[in-house]
């Protein structure tokens, strides 16, 4: 199994910035994906970005204001949020696709969420 936390959410002001942290333990063989997704109240959950071996995938609408980056010695991923609006409010997922076996088929796994509220 793979457990994943994260932290650094919070308060901020329109404008300013905050970096999301994700650290992944456990007993598996390899993390092949990790990322972030977002869920705004009365919204469906939507990818934010995701990293992997072949590079960064963002969401159109953070595109050039987010930055994630990954540490595979360690397992952990962030997330760099700059020029940060109302409407990136939202609860913050972790994501990870993860192997538990050499041959294992990938299975996904999820973070308990860190809230990110940004103030007009």
């Known amino acids: 199994q793979v457990q994943l936390v994260e932290s650094g959410g919070g308060l901020v002001q329109a404008g300013g910035s905050l970096r999301l942290s994700c650290a992944a333990s456990g007993s598996f063989w390899s993390i092949n994906v990790m990322g972030w997704y977002r869920q705004a109240p009365g919204k469906q959950r939507e990818l934010v970005a995701t990293v992997t071996s072949g590079g960064t995938n963002y969401a159109a609408s953070v595109k050039g204001r987010f930055t994630i980056s990954r540490d595979n010695a360690k397992n952990t991923v962030n997330l760099q949020m700059n020029s940060l609006k109302p409407e990136d409010t939202a609860v913050y997922y972790c994501?990870?696709?993860?192997?538990?076996?050499?041959?294992?088929?990938?299975?996904?796994?999820w973070g308990q969420g860190t809230q990110v509220t940004v103030s007009s």
């Open positions: 994501n990870a696709v993860a192997q538990l076996r050499v041959a294992g088929t990938p299975n996904v796994y």
